[in-house]
């Protein structure tokens, strides 16, 4: 195995483009995928986010498709040849963003598109011609139901983050996307874990596939150490508060199980003077977008979310995520560590379990196949009545609250301009598609059956997070972007 991008077998265009990212070598995941999808044989790849898969699929995909490539404004000359399907729209934000970037130097046009937005912009890129898709499964439908796009020369196809798409529900559409497409093609599939109906879906689609195994089988990121905070329910934000104030953590990503859960913490911690916001199904794109900018830039410092939100968050170097209620599905605790301990830097898990959760970490521990390191933090112990100084911080005013914000940020170095915003915070009408699910419960998880409307044809719930600015194609080569 080679340990550069030139010895894979990329070419100087690309090779150009990975450093120019900064990527010395290519990850494990990397080394081991694209000199088979150069090769053109379907891959089957348990891979976690964090290892570098994008580019994994993505350079070959690019090289690949560059033997067509055309400076041509027309339309003909570009149809849609590769269709990269993601879960979630945040994802497919991200992933659109990197095939962009590996591609700058190469004469190939990319598009995304997802629900929640105006279709319109996206109707008129796809007119204008986009060689390489990246699409939310449900969106594409539409597309597909108004005429707007044409598969039939898509020669390969990638399914990213395989089994949260089944565990969203999207299995059918999946199959109906998979019926329009041309027999003859290359398939890569992704997943981090593997359920039978995982291994269902990758039998079907895929002839002979080359298998890519970078992630033990459910494996957790051995870059993450986790822990386990014993206390009570009650007590857990201030437990939380605590850890941010005492371990002077700068960017924290805390995970919810519900979206009105997610909101009441965003908030309650803003008015402990934590700059915080949430990020959840029930936001609209632009809160969604203004939430995790505010988090990467370094101005929100605790990032509250639900699961389904989560999901394709690209973060780099993520240090600390704090799971404030457990996950109801085991696998999902897996998903969100590895939102720290990316691309080799080393981060930190920690799970606040009152007794009430006992019985969701006995599923995640046997998942893991080990024991979570318990530690109870010393005056948060269950079954212990908070000490007159933590009740105070519910009680104090809004002034007082300022005010210590203010001396905590100095003891931090974090800026003042902290917590009284959160009153101020007006709630913005959704956009209907971003209201469908109910406020109380993110989407469950489907197992089996999606869960479909009667009428609807596709699962109410889809494409939850997003985050792009751009939906119009680009040529990658940048000098005739169309429009951005
Ligand atoms: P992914 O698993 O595709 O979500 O990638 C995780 C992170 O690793 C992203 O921020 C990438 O920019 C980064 N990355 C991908 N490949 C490499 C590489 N070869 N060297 C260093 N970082 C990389």
């Known amino acids: 195995m080679s340990d550069s991008f030139a010895g894979l077998g990329l070419s100087a265009e690309l090779t150009r483009a990975v450093s120019e990212q900064g990527y010395a070598h290519p990850t494990p995941v990397q080394a081991q995928a694209i000199p088979v999808i150069l090769s053109g044989r379907d891959v089957l790849a348990g891979a976690q986010t964090g290892t570098g898969k994008t580019a994994g699929f993505a350079l070959p995909l690019l090289q690949r498709l560059a033997l067509h490539g055309s400076t041509s404004t027309s339309p003909a000359r570009h149809p849609i040849r590769a269709l990269i399907l993601t879960p979630t729209r945040e994802l497919a934000a991200q992933v659109e963003e990197s095939v962009r970037t590996y591609g700058k130097y190469l004469p190939l046009r990319c598009a995304v598109i997802y629900g929640g937005i105006n279709i319109n912009p996206q109707i008129e890129a796809l007119r204008r011609g986009v060689d390489i898709l990246v699409a939310t499964p449900g969106r594409l439908l539409d597309h597909v139901q108004q005429k707007t796009v044409q598969l039939a020369h898509v020669q390969i196809l990638v399914l990213d983050e395989a089994d949260r798409m089944l565990d969203m529900g999207f299995i059918r559409d999946i199959r109906r996307i998979l019926a329009l497409l041309p027999a003859k093609r290359q398939n890569l599939l992704f997943s981090a874990t593997f359920s039978n109906e995982i291994r269902d879906l990758a039998d079907s689609l895929l002839h002979d596939p080359a298998q890519v195994e970078v992630a033990r089988r459910n494996a957790e990121s051995e870059l993450v150490s986790q822990r386990v905070h014993p206390v009570d329910q009650a007590r857990k934000r ?75 968050l690209d973060i780099e170097e993520l240090p600390h995520v704090v799971n404030f209620d457990l996950p109801h599905v085991p696998e999902d605790y897996v998903h969100r560590i590895g939102r720290t301990g990316r691309a080799g830097i080393s981060g930190e898990a920690i799970s606040l379990v009152s007794p009430e959760d006992q019985s969701l970490l006995a599923p995640i521990e046997k998942l893991l196949g080990r024991r979570l390191e318990r530690h109870t933090v010393p005056g948060f112990e269950p079954g212990k009545a908070a000490p007159a100084a933590q009740v105070a911080v519910r009680t104090t005013s809004t002034a007082e609250r300022r005010d210590g914000a203010r001396r905590r940020a100095r003891v931090s170095g974090s800026p003042a301009r902290i917590g009284a915003d959160a009153g101020r915070r007006k709630r913005t009408k959704q956009p209907s598609s971003d209201r469908r699910a109910s406020d109380t419960r993110e989407r469950a998880p489907q197992r089996s059956k999606p869960a479909r409307g009667q009428q609807h044809p596709r699962p109410a719930p889809r494409d939850p997070v997003g985050g792009k600015r751009k939906q119009v194609p680009a040529l990658l080569g940048g000098s005739t972007r169309s429009a951005e």
């Open 238 to 312: 201030e437990l939380l508060a605590h850890l941010v104030g005492s371990g002077n953590w700068q960017q924290v990503l805390v995970f919810c199980r519900t979206k009105h859960g997610a909101n009441r913490l965003a908030q309650q911690l803003s008015r402990d003077g934590l700059e915080a916001d949430a990020i959840h199904g029930n936001k609209s794109q632009p809160q969604r977008v203004r939430a995790l900018k505010g988090f990467k830039d370094g101005v929100v410092r605790v990032l509250v979310a639900t699961d389904v939100a989560s999901r394709g």
